[in-house]
């Protein structure tokens, strides 16, 4: 059975910073595209970040770069978000999701269609203030 289960999130204000967690289970990681996405009410759905096993192939959305970052821990099956100096658009519901795909179409398409398949969490919550 596959699950997704993230945790992290929170209140923070701008400036700070936040790491998110998502611990994924009955999937082979090797095969996977991971990422991270986020939904704030009124917006558009928007791919944040996504990793890849084969060759730690990294994809950022232009908006976080330079100040998330993604990573994997295969010995705990768990990827993580790592959020700093965060700003008020940052608020949003974060979904970790997963897809089985290749390296070269995780860096070229997950962030435009995260969420669309695969599977995802429940998400988790960041809110920062001004």
Known sequence: ?????ESGGGSV???????LSCVVSGLEFSMLCMGWY???PGK?????????PNGASTAYADSVKGRFTISLDSAKNTVYLQMNNLKPEDTAMYYCAVVPSTAAYC???YLRTAGDFGYRGQGTQVTVSL
């Open 1 to 5: 059975q596959v699950e997704l289960v």
């Open 13 to 19: 204000q701008t400036g700070g910073s936040l790491r």
């Open 38 to 40: 986020r939904q704030a």
């Open 44 to 52: 558009e759905r928007e791919g944040v970040a996504s990793f890849h």
């Open 107 to 109: 860096k070229a398409t």
